[in-house]
């Protein structure tokens, strides 16, 4: 079964930085796109950066210049590190993977997600 599990969410004023932490686990054969999504309260579900297995990435145009999305193939780990943290990018940020499990066509996992709450 596969699982992917957050870390790093949490509290922090207008103009600072976090930085969210993902670690796949379980049985699979590949990992293929990781990325990160978020939903607001009231809000839909929306893509914030995505990174292929070779490294490259797509951003938001909300986070350009301001987040950047990292992997380690090796550790099955996706970060995002968030700098310039605005009131509106509070959400519950989702880590999502594409993968190829035993005896199963390629799908998505998500994580049970992180709150990201920006507030002074």
């Known amino acids: 079964q596969v699982q992917l599990v957050e870390s790093g969410g949490g509290l922090v004023q207008p103009g600072g930085s976090l930085r969210l932490s993902c670690v796949v686990s379980g049985s699979f054969l590949s990992i293929y796109v990781m990325g990160w999504y978020r939903q607001a309260p009231g809000k839909q579900r929306e893509l914030v950066a995505t990174i292929t297995s070779a490294g490259s990435t797509n951003y938001a145009d909300s986070a350009q210049d301001r987040f950047t999305i990292s992997r380690n193939n090796a550790m099955k780990m996706v970060w995002l590190q968030m700098n310039s943290l605005k009131p509106e990018d509070t959400a519950v940020y989702y880590c999502?993977?594409?993968?190829?499990?035993?005896?199963?066509?390629?799908?998505?996992?998500w994580g049970q997600g992180t709150q990201v709450t920006v507030s002074s």
């Open positions: 999502n993977a594409y993968i190829r499990a035993p005896g199963s066509r390629p799908g998505d996992y």
